[in-house]
């Protein structure tokens, strides 16, 4: 059968999904990845065959038709479903009413996920899957990033991670988005509350630790450079967002967040998690943040006392909360659930493994050359690599090869660039 997976963001998707790209090769189908502008479009000419797809924004029925129309089957992922604030915002930025009637599985994150979800979707539509990328976090997983982690401690010394996620409020191109208030609510407003403070919590966090460096991790969507103009002045403030994130959070002495995934990630590595919430709210989202360790309301509960707590936050019964949001916090194993659907599809419409008709053209390859060589002149075009990160040839090989160590295979895997940013992956 052919697959299409598709991508948004490569420093937090491409590890997994060409993982599971990989188990698909190996179970004899041909699996083709790509970043999602690039794809989509050329989608339309492939065979028919399973697309998964990352999300589903409002304005996606229109595609989903389309692909109904031409035979696909469609699954779905939303990377972004821990921390929607509630069943309003989620459904005032996603699922197109109707879009449910073109889906043949959701894979959901958690209970609370799949709770908002059935008040459009069906019963046998929705799959409790847990979030995939939080497979990385476990072994054998997690021991390819150990290698990484080391490095960066050696590079960095003892250092202390600060994610932030404002992407919202210090977009990247400095355009001004409309937030309709019928949606956000007051959400935008306090994240830009929210991040006025969070902006000074390096400078308190340098004076605490002087001999520590303090690497910032802004969101992909956010301007690197309001973090660097803010905190130029101290030489052990880095801004870096370079590759995946869970080397950065292995090899950290603890980590610093406000309501990001980031903070999640953290408590699977069983890192010291602190959230900065200075406006509590009586939510759901409040409820899984708060599990994950420590909680300050101001910068000036920033010192070395409150920093250094000995509170055992993994436990049980705060594991069993996480769980609600969170399936495969536990030994549930999204890849095993997702590959098993793949296995129904397969055996009970049999699609065809035909050859796909996408060629890496002239025009394909001089941009990629042009794009290595050059930096890009429009913010837009600055923007868009900044947000996808590293996502060639050499990183999906590097991907695989990294696999493989971990899972042996008689079969030799075959991978070839067929796009700016689209990858072919199969056995030969």
């Given at each position: 059968?052919?697959?299409?997976?598709?991508?948004?963001?490569?420093?937090?998707?491409?590890?997994?999904?060409?993982?599971?790209?990989?188990?698909?090769?190996?179970?004899?189908?041909?699996?083709?990845?790509?970043?999602?502008?690039?794809?989509?479009?050329?989608?339309?000419?492939?065979?028919?065959?399973?697309?998964?797809?990352?999300?589903?924004?409002?304005?996606?029925?229109?595609?989903?038709?389309?692909?109904?129309?031409?035979?696909?089957?469609?699954?779905?992922?939303?990377?972004?479903?821990?921390?929607?604030?509630?069943?309003?915002?989620?459904?005032?930025?996603?699922?197109?009413?109707?879009?449910?009637?073109?889906?043949?599985?959701?894979?959901?994150?958690?209970?609370?996920?799949?709770?908002?979800?059935?008040?459009?979707?069906?019963?046998?539509?929705?799959?409790?899957?847990?979030?995939?990328?939080?497979?990385?976090?476990?072994?054998?997983?997690?021991?390819?990033?150990?290698?990484?982690?080391?490095?960066?401690?050696?590079?960095?010394?003892?250092?202390?991670?600060?994610?932030?996620?404002?992407?919202?409020?210090?977009?990247?191109?400095?355009?001004?988005?409309?937030?309709?208030?019928?949606?956000?609510?007051?959400?935008?407003?306090?994240?830009?509350?929210?991040?006025?403070?969070?902006?000074?919590?390096?400078?308190?966090?340098?004076?605490?630790?002087?001999?520590?460096?303090?690497?910032?991790?802004?969101?992909?969507?956010?301007d690197p450079e309001i973090w660097k103009e803010t905190l130029f002045?101290?030489?052990?403030?880095?801004?870096?967002?370079?590759?995946?994130?869970?080397?950065?959070?292995?090899?950290?002495?603890?980590?610093?967040?406000?309501?990001?995934?980031?903070?999640?990630?953290?408590?699977?590595?069983?890192?010291?998690?602190?959230?900065?919430?200075?406006?509590?709210?009586?939510?759901?989202?409040?409820?899984?943040?708060?599990?994950?360790?420590?909680?300050?309301?101001?910068?000036?509960?920033?010192?070395?006392?409150?920093?250094?707590?000995?509170?055992?936050?993994?436990?049980?019964?705060?594991?069993?909360?996480?769980k609600h949001y969170i399936e495969n916090i536990s030994d549930v194993?999204?890849?095993?659930?997702?590959?098993?659907?793949?296995?129904?599809?397969?055996?009970?419409?049999?699609?065809?493994?035909?050859?796909?008709?996408?060629?890496?053209?002239?025009?394909?390859?001089?941009?990629?050359?042009?794009?290595?060589?050059?930096?890009?002149?429009?913010?837009?075009?600055?923007?868009?690599?900044?947000?996808?990160?590293?996502?060639?040839?050499?990183?999906?090989?590097?991907?695989?090869?990294?696999?493989?160590?971990?899972?042996?295979?008689?079969?030799?895997?075959f991978i070839k660039q067929i796009g700016k940013k689209i990858f072919?992956?199969?056995?030969?």
């Amino acid at each position: 059968m052919n697959i299409y997976i598709i991508i948004e963001n490569a420093n937090r998707e491409l590890f997994h999904k060409t993982i599971l790209a990989r188990f698909l090769a190996f179970e004899g189908h041909k699996v083709l990845i790509g970043e999602k502008n690039e794809f989509r479009k050329k989608i339309d000419a492939l065979p028919p065959g399973l697309i998964i797809e990352k999300g589903v924004m409002k304005g996606s029925i229109d595609r989903f038709k389309k692909w109904k129309t031409k035979g696909h089957v469609i699954f779905c992922f939303d990377e972004e479903s821990l921390t929607y604030p509630n069943d309003k915002q989620y459904f005032g930025l996603k699922c197109d009413k109707g879009i449910e009637n073109y889906i043949d599985y959701f894979f959901v994150s958690g209970t609370r996920h799949y709770k908002t979800l059935i008040k459009r979707f069906k019963k046998h539509q929705l799959i409790l899957t847990g979030v995939p990328r939080f497979e990385l976090l476990k072994n054998p997983y997690k021991n390819i990033f150990a290698k990484k982690a080391a490095n960066l401690k050696k590079k960095y010394g003892e250092y202390i991670l600060i994610c932030s996620r404002f992407g919202n409020v210090n977009f990247y191109e400095g355009k001004k988005k409309k937030y309709p208030k019928n949606i956000y609510g007051n959400y935008i407003s306090t994240s830009k509350k929210i991040f006025k403070n969070f902006i000074k919590i390096p400078e308190k966090i340098g004076k605490i630790y002087p001999n520590n460096n303090i690497i910032i991790r802004p969101h992909p969507s956010e301007d690197p450079e309001i973090w660097k103009e803010t905190l130029f002045v101290n030489k052990n403030f880095k801004v870096i967002y370079d590759d995946e994130l869970y080397p950065w959070l292995l090899g950290s002495k603890f980590v610093i967040q406000n309501r990001c995934s980031t903070g999640i990630e953290a408590y699977f590595l069983k890192k010291k998690v602190i959230s900065f919430e200075p406006y509590p709210m009586k939510d759901e989202i409040n409820v899984l943040f708060s599990n994950l360790g420590k909680s300050f309301k101001t910068i000036d509960q920033f010192n070395k006392k409150n920093l250094k707590y000995d509170k055992n936050y993994w436990t049980k019964s705060r594991t069993k909360k996480i769980k609600h949001y969170i399936e495969n916090i536990s030994d549930v194993n999204s890849f095993n659930i997702i590959m098993k659907k793949v296995k129904k599809i397969d055996e009970k419409i049999l699609l065809e493994n035909k050859e796909s008709n996408i060629k890496f053209s002239l025009r394909d390859r001089m941009v990629v050359l042009k794009d290595k060589l050059f930096k890009p002149k429009s913010n837009f075009k600055k923007y868009s690599l900044h947000k996808i990160g590293k996502f060639d040839l050499s990183k999906v090989k590097e991907i695989i090869r990294l696999s493989n160590l971990y899972y042996k295979s008689v079969k030799k895997m075959f991978i070839k660039q067929i796009g700016k940013k689209i990858f072919l992956i199969e056995t030969t």
